[in-house]
Nanobody, 117 residues
């Protein structure tokens, strides 16, 4: 099994920055790619960004240039740097790990980011 624990959420003013962290533990050798998804209030969960074990990244088009995903393989941790935050970035942010071997997604419990205007 894989456990993912997010941290770093909170309340921030519009225009500010925040960095989320996701620490992975357990059978992390199963995980090929990790990423961040978010679920705004009353909306569906949506992709934010993903990063492979080799460091290849993918972003939601609307977030390119403001959000940056990175990973520290030695620490089994993935980060999401969020800059120039807007009220519409308010959401619960979930860490995701995907295993191509098992064809399975793993999810953290989420961390709430609230951007005040």
């Amino acid at each position: 099994q894989v456990q993912l624990v997010e941290s770093g959420g909170g309340l921030v003013q519009a225009g500010g920055s925040l960095r989320l962290s996701c620490a992975a533990s357990g059978s992390i050798f199963l995980i090929n790619a990790m990423g961040w998804y978010r679920q705004p209030p009353g909306k569906q969960r949506e992709l934010v960004a993903t990063i492979t074990r080799g460091g290849s990244t993918n972003y939601a088009d609307s977030l390119k240039g403001r959000f940056t995903i990175s990973r520290d393989n030695a620490k089994n941790t993935v980060y999401l740097q969020m800059n120039s935050l807007k009220s519409e970035d308010t959401a619960v942010y979930y860490c995701n790990g995907y295993s191509t071997t098992l064809g399975k997604d793993y999810w953290g419990k989420g961390t709430l980011v609230t951007v005040s205007s």
